[in-house]
């Protein structure tokens, strides 16, 4: 299939193109590695989180990851984080939203890519209505990708934090409509809430910068296996979790 350019008016054949995209493998797990010694991240586990999380993932059963967001660099620390936790063995099956601006250089493109990035065409920049079908087409993929045995990752705040890296932002009904649709096609996912923090910073748009989030802390809840059956009620959810891990990541850091 041919590689589109990500835009919004041809949004029908990027998501055809990610619904389908596999990154190699062994290149995201190299990736993966070198991000890992570049970023040292801190990876903490509340009771017993640890050892249900390689249960989970054991299992086979799709998972959501929820993590806050703080800086521009927070995908990369997460993939360093994967690599230093059981999400090892995911690596290469595990997808991101990332922002659509992210797929337009090309050299970023390809790291993003690699990192199993779908994109995401965001009301803040294109406008409510306009991004509305793309919306709805990215919610769709994200759940197919679920029930092929992909877990996701999702920033559900949607945008860098500029006020107070301790209290997570409001949190949209995305993360809760995607879980939905997941479930409505028998592939139910399970919710995992990860903090992170990288020390006090002056709040900005970006965020700390890449060598200011070195040996930051990534906390993880213990997995929540049964979600509401509501969008709305499963996204308040991951708000609650995600300020559980917030908490956390901040105590131990």
Known sequence: MPVPEVLLDDNDAVYDYYLRHQQNRWKALASYAVLARRFRPRVMFADGAKQQLTALIRSGRPVIYAINHLSTSDPYTVAATAWRSPLRSKIGRVRVLAKDELFVEPEQRRKVDMMGGIPVFRGKDHGIRAVNAAGQRMMDVCAQRLVAGD???????????????????????????????????????????????????????????????????????????????????????????????????????
Do not use: W
């Not at 970006?206 to 989030?213: F, I, L, T």
């Not at 809840?221 to 509501?230: D, F, G, K, N, S």
């Open 151 to 253: 877990h996701l990752a999702i920033f559900p705040e949607g945008t860098c934090n500029e006020v107070d890296h301790t209290k997570v932002q409001a949190v949209g009904s995305g993360i809760g409509h995607i879980a939905f649709r997941a479930a409505k096609l028998d592939a139910a996912p399970a919710l995992v809430a990860i903090g992170m923090n990288y020390g006090q910073h002056v709040p900005s748009a970006v965020g700390p910068s890449a060598a200011e989030v070195v040996s930051g802390v990534a906390y993880f809840r213990a997995p929540i296996l049964e979600l509401p059956q509501r969008p709305g009620d499963i996204a308040k959810l991951v708000k609650d979790e995600l300020q559980l891990a917030v908490d956390g990541a901040v105590a131990r850091y």
